[in-house]
């Protein structure tokens, strides 16, 4: 199956702090959590998994989250007194809505017609029809969370297929570390030197995806943001193409050495001074050949 909607009953289970999921999730991009599926063990790996709130009345309902499923079904006890083990996967949410901010179902149903929309007393898990799936899309593009980043995409708006993916880490969405970043190192890209302001002007002004250079297998408990050494600027396609294929991100000198070997030279946005200078060599020049 391509997707299923999970129901939770917070009157029924508690075995998260949904509050403090939400915040990781925006500070993170993801938080993984166990969910039981019934006897459903059909459910595989890149299964999009979409967070349906459950309780008495329509007011305590809707739809709250979006996520992957990121493992095989596996036996596990539940939580809490002894009872007969259930199957769980596991699943990283990577978009939820406050509690009290859910899509509503009437608006789900109006929106997505052939949805089945029923309560629980436990967390299920149930196949999202592939009819169903557009509509879905487009609501929670409408009226699910807004993007952190204007040039991110909120997972769940489009087919998986359909984007490019950059992984981003909490030091890179932290809006003080970003300051400091840009205050040192300007907008333009470090690695090929596009500038969104130069290029598009007031639209552009201030734009620049922020990437955190060091690799995450370095990052502990003891680890201390420097917003100057650890953070560069990139260009949204400088930033895909520092982490696509690999593990450990690309550095800013790979990237240039990339580009110069593709017979591309990294640009540079000319100040008036440097202007100047020039026209002043210039005249130099003709000076001395006269």
Known sequence: MAAVFLGWNPDRWTGWNYRAVVEEVADSGQHVERWSVGRRRNIKPGTEAWLVLQGGSDAGRGLI???TVV???FEAEPSGAPAAP?????VAFDALLPLGEQIQPGTLVAAVPGIR???SNRRTATPVPPSSEPGLRQ????????AVDPACVVPGTYPREAVSRIEVNRYELDPGARRMCLAFHGTSCAACGFSFEATYGVMGEGFIHVHHTVP???LGISYQLD???DLVPLCANCHAMAHRGVSTPRTVPELRSVIAAS???RGETVSEQALEAQENARRILETHHE
């Open 216 to 218: 995450a297998s370095l």
């Open 65 to 67: 989250g979006h996520g």
């Open 117 to 119: 929309w029923q309560g």
């Open 263 to 265: 017979g591309h030279v």
């Open 86 to 90: 259930e199957t769980y996967v596991s």
């Open 227 to 229: 917003p100057v050494a």
């Open 71 to 73: 493992s095989e079904t």
């Open 139 to 146: 609501l929670w593009r409408e009226q699910g969370p807004a």
